[in-house]
């Protein structure tokens, strides 16, 4: 039997990605390219459409030459991206979403939060789609920026005879074929999947009470009439994107997904030697994706409200099953801000050029040191922080909050740094365990954390999540799990395999398992109490100011 080759394409917030797979799950071939950002005001993050596709065809070619493969040898192909909002007109070029007025600047990051205001009205309304949105929409979601957008670039909207999620724009790009992927539509739009017997139907009355009411017109045309399943094939590739990306005409291109639900995928079917899954068993089992921000899938048989947490969403991620997803707004990007605003960044950057290492392990080399022979998560007993710089995604659902930190001393020392990169670390994680805990308080019964992103590569972040978590995390085989998710979904849109879970779990392997230390238990009971009286702590501070 030949061996069959799969690619799965990343767009990520700074780059495109691409990787090869073959049907056991094996990376051959892996290669990124930068994309570019705007940031045309405060809290706006702009990218273009046309400069996202260069990337990815930039990226696919440099991945096929790391393989030693011809673009002809890929059986099949799936796009997973940031849930960014894409404007289109009706020649498919691309139409500004930006106040600089640059048609080039026609997507509105994922990160973007210009929307707060039109969020905060959607959820007045108190409209029955939010309960599967963990009961309030957040300025990342997509009808409140094409709510912003309908109000203060009028041109632009009424020009606009397309809006894709990113993904979705990816495959349209790709295959001529319009249609929309239940996974972005149902996450980010409040597509609701579980009506019209599992096929998924809009809310005429959601998007009239809001103010967008004429996106439903034509059938919602300019929106998505046609919404398909993960799993199934979208088109082919047509000649013209073969030519751009590389590739061969008419490979199959699977329906796209947003990319830490491909993440999900390419996790949650993770086994360890002699181990087997069932639906049941999924239900023990978190996604930990981390990055610039981090998410948190968890899948379930029945619909789980949990508040504050997005979803249920039904068949957005497993076909037949509810994905339920947490998330911190910002993990990575808040201990890189941690790091780079210290006035000892630039003295440990210069330092690690030297000796060849990166910054965080210099600072991992300095915590072992100050904790000898003490525990090292004890070194922040006096030190603790909030990480809500960019508000809160789950579960407290609310953008407006802010970070805070309580025990600085004045020192501005590279261990003192350490110490902040540490305290930093932990919080983050106890933002984890505190979705956990809203998710096991309304029917999980999370035990097992699947871990990928940059930050599964520092030593120091695993041991602080699993000690702080209390459970144990497993590291896949293959740590590069969004586009082996996205490979997972080329390859059953390939017909490869009979179904998205049949290839989770035969493309999916556990290399490495980590336990928490009992020992650290009660240090984190005890600062998680700290963690969560921050909170109250920040709502008396607005309380006394008259805000809030």
């Avoid at 007109?89 to 106040?99: F, G, L, Q, R």
């Avoid at 709510?147 to 020009?159: C, G, Q």
């Avoid at 009355?205 to 046609?226: K, M, P, T």
């Avoid at 039904?314 to 808040?334: K, N, R």
């Amino acid at each position: 039997m030949s061996r069959a080759f799969f690619l799965g394409v990343d767009v990520g917030t700074g780059s495109a990605r691409a990787g090869i797979f073959d049907e056991a799950g094996m990376m051959l071939g892996a290669a990124s390219h930068a994309i570019d950002s705007y940031r045309p005001a405060e809290d706006f993050v702009e990218q273009s459409s046309e400069n996202i596709w260069q990337a990815c065809g930039i990226a696919i070619r440099a991945a096929l030459t790391e393989a030693a493969l011809r673009g002809e040898q890929i059986s099949g192909l799936c796009f997973d991206a940031t849930c960014s909002l894409v404007a289109l007109d009706a020649n498919d070029e691309p139409v500004s979403v930006s106040p600089s007025g640059n048609a080039a600047q026609n997507v509105i990051v994922w990160m973007d939060h210009r929307a707060i205001a039109e969020a905060d009205e959607i959820n007045r309304t108190g409209h029955e789609v939010l309960r599967y949105v963990g009961g309030v929409t957040s300025p990342e979601m997509e009808t409140p920026k094409l709510l912003w957008l309908k109000r203060h670039l009028p041109a632009s909207f009424a020009k606009a005879a397309r809006f894709f999620d990113l993904p979705d724009f990816l495959s349209y790009r790709a295959t001529g074929v319009d249609s929309r992927s239940h996974c972005t539509t149902v996450c980010k739009w409040t597509y609701l999947g579980h009506e019209n017997e599992g096929r998924g139907a809009w809310s005429r009355s959601y998007f009239e009470q809001i103010g967008l009411g004429e996106l439903l017109q034509h059938d919602a045309q300019r929106i998505g009439s046609v919404v398909r399943p993960l799993g199934e094939r979208v088109g082919e590739l047509t000649p013209h994107a073969a030519n751009e990306l590389g590739l061969s005409p008419r490979i199959p291109v699977a329906v796209s997904v947003i990319d830490a639900h491909a993440g999900g995928i390419g996790l949650l079917g993770g086994t360890l030697p002699g181990e087997s899954l069932d639906e049941r068993a999924f239900e023990t089992r978190l996604a930990l994706i981390g990055g610039t921000s981090s998410c948190h899938m968890a899948v379930s048989r029945e619909a789980r409200f949990v508040k504050g947490v997005w979803g249920p969403y039904y068949s957005a991620m497993i076909p037949g099953m509810w994905l339920t997803e947490g998330g911190q707004s910002a993990t990575g990007a808040l201990i890189d801000h941690v790091l780079q605003s210290h006035a000892r960044y630039a003295e440990l950057t210069n330092l690690a050029a030297t000796r060849k290492t990166s910054v965080y392990a210099l600072l991992n080399e300095r915590l072992a040191a100050l904790a000898a022979p003490e525990a090292p998560w004890t070194l922040t007993r006096e030190l603790h922080v909030l990480p809500d710089h960019h508000g809160n995604r789950s579960p407290r659902a609310d953008p407006t909050l802010r970070g805070m930190i309580s025990g600085l001393k004045l020192s501005s020392t590279v261990d003192q740094l350490a110490l902040e990169y540490l305290a930093t670390i932990q919080a983050i994680a106890h933002g984890t365990r505190h979705i956990i805990d809203a998710m096991n308080d309304s029917g999980y019964r999370i035990s097992t954390v699947i871990v990928t992103g940059g930050d599964s590569k520092n030593p120091v972040f695993l041991r602080e999540h699993a000690d702080v978590l209390g459970a144990r995390l497993l590291l896949p085989r293959e740590p590069e799990a969004v586009l082996l998710g996205s490979a997972m979904l080329a390859a059953r849109a390939a017909n490869q395999f009979p179904s998205v879970i049949a290839a989770m779990t035969q493309m999916g392997q556990i290399a490495h398992v980590i336990e928490p230390n009992p020992s650290a238990r009660a240090f984190h009971e005890a600062k998680h109490r700290v963690f969560l009286r921050m909170h109250e702590d920040q709502l008396a501070y607005r309380r006394e100011m008259g805000h809030g």
